[in-house]
């Protein structure tokens, strides 16, 4: 009863702040602020988790023994207190001062003020010449061409190496590798494959551009999906196709039709479909290679099930999860050195992960994450030699570093900093440049959530990603897009 309770409150305090979302400029309650993604971090992996728990009558799938003396309650009940700072962190931003639609700041009374007027330099299409026109556009094209080229050859040489394209989507699995005695991948290849983002970019970029001057968009959405599909079968990361996407979603509120809560009974479908096929091809796929028969009628948690399989996965075991948090900070804490140690292992040592072994010959051999304590917990063994992690949402880091004073404090915290980012961003820019790197903070606060800690998250949705914002970088040029309209334009 007491769970029920804690649910039924959670998903009340979630639509009451769904609909006290902030709106931009035009008045539109649009699902592309960091306020809301932070809202749906806490529905996807805090409250579906906690109700698909209830349904299955708080049965601890994942963390059994965690459920005893209210893990489940707790864990609901420090999601409760996480969203209750958030929102109040947001309240209490000081909203900033704007001035009025097209006015600007004088320099002086009495200066003339030489060129054109900053609100004509801004209008989009009336920059370059049609000289600038017709020599930027194709260079433009082409270089997007050229990304998209050398990051498929980049992947091409990737899957030579490792023996072909059976061994490699094998290895997306660690049961099928291990079943294969596949050896690691060199680091030399990580890093290419990584780079072959740039790939990703490219065709990104031909979509939205599609997307912005109201050009067929069938043939760049096919480029697009079999370029992100080359990029999932070849890393199998997730977080390749997330922030793409984000990007074009981005295009799609700007250029088209605004995203807003209409949109998000086709998002609620949409999330969870691609989450079950992508995890559906991670498992199914490797084994069919290493001749690996998955029957779900022998998976406990399946009951014969695709559907219960994904839904009673890791993915939302977070509630669990957080049980373990609540019971074990000090147990995790400790074996991290304490809570400054821990902070710092979790928090700020990943950032090294950056720096090459050659400028850095210090740099740690592996890096330990308050997820890995969990795991650790859960199986009860040593966190030193935990090779995989178990996420507990930035709620159960936040009670483990510092107890419920850190969940009040972290949250609040964020809700003012999310608060100062929406309150420049809520109109979301027009470039490719500048939409990338909005789809890049909203997939960061994303994966802060569900991570939480820092370190792990500049590494997953940060570093990881530098071949994609490398190519972003390359084709970040404002007029292109613009110039590409008015060619449209032409008979």
Not at 108 to 122: D, E, F, I, L, Y
Not at 330 to 339: K, R
Not at 422 to 427: A, H
Request: hydrophobic content about 50%.
């Amino acid at each position: 009863m007491t769970e029920l309770v804690l649910v039924s409150m959670v998903a009340l305090l979630l639509l009451v702040a769904a609909l006290s979302a902030p709106r931009d400029s035009k008045g539109t309650r649009h699902l592309l602020s960091g306020y809301n993604i932070v809202l749906a971090s806490f529905a996807l992996y805090g409250l579906f988790p906690a109700i698909i728990l209830m349904l299955r009558g708080g049965e601890f799938y994942w963390a059994p023994g965690f459920d005893t003396d209210h893990g489940f309650a707790r864990a609901v009940a420090l999601t409760a207190v996480a969203l209750l700072a958030f929102l109040y962190g947001y309240s209490i931003a000081t909203r900033r001062r704007r001035r009025p639609a097209g006015s600007r700041r004088v320099p002086n009374a009495g200066a003339v003020v030489a060129g054109p007027s900053r609100s004509a330099a801004a209008r989009p299409d009336t920059e370059g010449s049609d000289e600038e026109a017709h020599r930027s556009v194709p260079a433009a094209w082409q270089l997007a061409a050229g990304l998209i080229i050398a990051g498929l050859l980049m992947r091409l040489y990737v899957v030579t190496e490792l023996g072909g394209m059976g061994p490699t989507v094998a290895r997306l699995s660690g049961a099928s590798r291990a079943h294969l005695a596949l050896d690691n991948v060199a680091p030399l290849l990580i890093n290419t494959m990584t780079l072959a983002g740039i790939a990703n970019a490219g065709a990104t970029w031909f979509l939205v551009t599609a997307i912005r001057v109201r050009r067929p968009v069938q043939r760049p959405t096919i480029l697009f999906v079999l370029i992100l599909a080359s990029s999932f079968l070849v890393s199998g990361k997730r977080l390749v196709l997330i922030l793409p996407l984000l990007v074009v979603v981005c295009a799609v509120h700007v250029y088209r039709r605004p995203v807003t809560y209409r949109w998000a009974p086709w998002l609620l479908l949409a999330v969870p479909a691609l989450g079950m096929a992508t995890l559906m091809t991670r498992v199914f796929l490797p084994a069919s290679q290493a001749d690996i028969v998955i029957n779900l009628d022998d998976v406990a948690y399946a009951n014969g099930s695709a559907f219960s399989f994904y839904f009673n996965s890791l993915e939302f075991s977070t509630t669990e999860m957080m049980a373990v948090a609540s019971e074990s900070a000090g147990e995790i804490n400790s074996s991290l050195g304490g809570n400054v140690d821990a902070f710092v292992t979790t928090n700020l040592t990943p950032f090294t992960y950056a720096i090459p072994r050659a400028l850095f010959p210090g740099k740690p051999e592996s890096y330990t994450d308050m997820s890995h304590g969990i795991s650790a917990s859960v199986e009860n063994s040593d966190i030193h030699y935990a090779t995989v992690g178990y996420a507990c949402t930035l709620v159960g880091t936040s009670f483990i570093t510092a107890g419920i004073v850190g969940v009040l404090a972290v949250f609040a915290a964020l809700g003012y900093v999310t608060r100062r980012y929406d309150e420049s961003n809520l109109d979301l820019p027009r470039t490719f440049g500048a939409l990338v790197r909005h789809a890049l903070v909203l997939t960061v606060l994303f994966q802060y959530m569900r991570q939480g800690t820092l370190g792990w998250t500049f590494i997953v949705a940060i570093f990881q990603q530098y071949g994609f914002l490398i190519g972003a970088v390359m084709l970040r040029d404002r007029r292109a897009p613009r110039l590409a309209r008015r060619m449209s334009a032409r008979p």
